[in-house]
Protein backbone atom coordinates (compact mmCIF):
# COMPACT_ATOMS: atom_id res chain seq x y z
CA UNK A 1 0.00 0.00 0.00
CA UNK A 2 1.47 3.15 -0.99
CA UNK A 3 1.26 6.27 1.42
CA UNK A 4 -0.93 8.31 -0.27
CA UNK A 5 -3.63 5.83 -0.44
CA UNK A 6 -2.46 4.86 3.60
CA UNK A 7 -2.71 8.05 4.55
CA UNK A 8 -6.23 8.84 2.29
CA UNK A 9 -7.98 5.55 3.88
CA UNK A 10 -7.47 6.85 7.34
CA UNK A 11 -8.58 10.60 6.77
CA UNK A 12 -11.40 12.33 5.50
CA UNK A 13 -10.86 15.22 2.58
CA UNK A 14 -13.92 17.97 2.36
CA UNK A 15 -13.91 19.86 -1.29
CA UNK A 16 -15.82 22.85 -0.32
CA UNK A 17 -17.67 23.92 -3.39
CA UNK A 18 -19.57 27.69 -3.68
CA UNK A 19 -22.30 27.83 -6.13
CA UNK A 20 -24.07 31.32 -5.25
CA UNK A 21 -25.30 33.18 -2.46
CA UNK A 22 -23.81 35.44 0.16
CA UNK A 23 -20.90 33.06 1.70
CA UNK A 24 -22.02 32.95 4.99
CA UNK A 25 -22.12 28.89 4.62
CA UNK A 26 -18.54 28.92 3.30
CA UNK A 27 -17.20 31.12 6.49
CA UNK A 28 -18.73 28.79 8.79
CA UNK A 29 -17.37 25.46 7.14
CA UNK A 30 -13.77 26.54 7.11
CA UNK A 31 -14.43 27.91 11.01
CA UNK A 32 -15.52 24.39 11.60
CA UNK A 33 -12.39 23.11 10.04
CA UNK A 34 -9.07 25.81 11.06
CA UNK A 35 -10.34 27.33 14.14
CA UNK A 36 -9.12 26.27 17.60
CA UNK A 37 -12.73 25.94 19.14
CA UNK A 38 -13.75 23.18 16.74
CA UNK A 39 -10.42 22.03 15.10
CA UNK A 40 -11.90 19.01 12.83
CA UNK A 41 -7.99 18.65 12.17
CA UNK A 42 -7.56 16.95 14.71
CA UNK A 43 -10.22 14.33 14.12
CA UNK A 44 -8.06 13.79 10.82
CA UNK A 45 -11.03 15.79 8.94
CA UNK A 46 -9.04 18.19 6.14
CA UNK A 47 -10.33 20.92 3.49
CA UNK A 48 -8.63 20.05 0.00
CA UNK A 49 -9.23 21.98 -3.15
CA UNK A 50 -8.70 19.45 -5.00
CA UNK A 51 -11.58 17.22 -6.22
CA UNK A 52 -9.27 14.06 -7.10
CA UNK A 53 -8.31 14.03 -3.40
CA UNK A 54 -11.74 14.84 -1.75
CA UNK A 55 -14.16 12.23 0.10
CA UNK A 56 -16.76 14.39 0.92
CA UNK A 57 -18.25 17.29 -1.59
CA UNK A 58 -19.61 20.53 0.71
CA UNK A 59 -21.72 22.48 -1.32
CA UNK A 60 -23.08 26.09 -0.65
CA UNK A 61 -25.55 28.29 -2.41
CA UNK A 62 -27.89 27.91 -4.72
CA UNK A 63 -26.91 26.62 -7.82
CA UNK A 64 -26.40 29.33 -10.55
CA UNK A 65 -26.70 28.54 -14.47
CA UNK A 66 -23.33 29.89 -14.59
CA UNK A 67 -22.07 27.09 -12.04
CA UNK A 68 -24.32 24.10 -12.98
CA UNK A 69 -21.66 22.46 -15.38
CA UNK A 70 -18.48 23.22 -13.28
CA UNK A 71 -20.66 21.70 -9.72
CA UNK A 72 -21.02 18.21 -12.35
CA UNK A 73 -17.60 17.99 -13.33
CA UNK A 74 -16.23 18.21 -9.56
CA UNK A 75 -19.09 16.27 -9.06
CA UNK A 76 -17.82 13.40 -11.28
CA UNK A 77 -13.85 14.31 -11.17
CA UNK A 78 -14.39 12.89 -6.96
CA UNK A 79 -13.12 9.26 -6.88
CA UNK A 80 -15.86 6.97 -5.28
CA UNK A 81 -16.78 6.35 -2.84
CA UNK A 82 -18.01 9.70 -2.04
CA UNK A 83 -20.84 11.98 -0.06
CA UNK A 84 -22.27 15.19 -1.21
CA UNK A 85 -23.35 17.30 1.39
CA UNK A 86 -25.84 20.49 0.73
CA UNK A 87 -25.26 22.82 3.39
CA UNK A 88 -27.63 25.95 3.76
CA UNK A 89 -30.87 26.98 3.00
CA UNK A 90 -29.70 28.49 -0.20
CA UNK A 91 -28.13 24.82 -0.86
CA UNK A 92 -31.23 23.39 -0.03
CA UNK A 93 -34.19 25.27 -1.33
CA UNK A 94 -32.85 27.95 -2.88
CA UNK A 95 -33.47 30.30 0.31
CA UNK A 96 -33.74 34.06 -0.02
CA UNK A 97 -33.08 33.51 -4.05
CA UNK A 98 -36.09 32.06 -4.76
CA UNK A 99 -39.25 34.56 -5.89
CA UNK A 100 -42.33 35.06 -4.28
CA UNK A 101 -44.15 32.04 -5.48
CA UNK A 102 -41.86 30.02 -4.01
CA UNK A 103 -40.39 29.15 -7.41
CA UNK A 104 -36.56 29.58 -8.01
CA UNK A 105 -36.30 31.84 -11.21
CA UNK A 106 -34.85 30.02 -13.71
CA UNK A 107 -33.33 32.58 -15.80
CA UNK A 108 -30.62 32.83 -13.21
CA UNK A 109 -30.47 30.10 -10.88
CA UNK A 110 -30.70 26.07 -11.90
CA UNK A 111 -31.76 24.79 -8.58
CA UNK A 112 -31.06 23.65 -4.76
CA UNK A 113 -27.63 21.23 -5.45
CA UNK A 114 -30.04 17.98 -5.04
CA UNK A 115 -31.33 18.32 -8.48
CA UNK A 116 -28.20 18.95 -9.82
CA UNK A 117 -26.56 16.25 -7.80
CA UNK A 118 -27.49 13.81 -5.76
CA UNK A 119 -27.24 14.49 -2.04
CA UNK A 120 -26.69 12.32 0.88
CA UNK A 121 -27.06 14.63 3.87
CA UNK A 122 -28.61 18.14 4.46
CA UNK A 123 -27.74 20.44 6.57
CA UNK A 124 -30.34 22.84 6.88
CA UNK A 125 -29.64 27.33 8.24
CA UNK A 126 -29.18 29.83 7.39
CA UNK A 127 -25.85 30.48 7.79
CA UNK A 128 -25.38 26.79 8.68
CA UNK A 129 -23.92 26.63 12.51
CA UNK A 130 -20.51 24.76 12.90
CA UNK A 131 -22.00 21.93 14.91
CA UNK A 132 -23.90 20.89 12.45
CA UNK A 133 -21.65 21.06 9.35
CA UNK A 134 -19.74 18.22 11.55
CA UNK A 135 -22.99 16.57 12.34
CA UNK A 136 -23.15 16.17 8.21
CA UNK A 137 -19.49 14.76 7.62
CA UNK A 138 -20.20 12.56 10.17
CA UNK A 139 -24.23 11.31 8.66
CA UNK A 140 -21.31 11.00 5.44
CA UNK A 141 -19.15 9.01 7.40
CA UNK A 142 -21.41 5.32 6.60
CA UNK A 143 -21.19 5.84 3.48
CA UNK A 144 -17.60 6.55 2.87
CA UNK A 145 -16.49 3.77 5.69
CA UNK A 146 -18.92 0.81 4.72
CA UNK A 147 -17.29 1.51 1.05
CA UNK A 148 -13.68 0.76 1.69
Known sequence: MS????SRARAIHVML????????????I???IFSP??????????LTWNPR???VLVVTGPVTKHNEKPLIEIYNAIPEPKAVIAAGACALMGGVYKNIHGDIPSEEIAGPVDKIIPVDAKVPGCAVRPEDI???VVAAL???LNAK
Open 142 to 144: PLL
Open 53 to 55: EAD
Open 3 to 6: LKSY
Open 37 to 46: KYDAEQYKVF
Open 30 to 32: VNC
Open 134 to 136: LSG
Open 17 to 28: VYTGGCNGCDIE
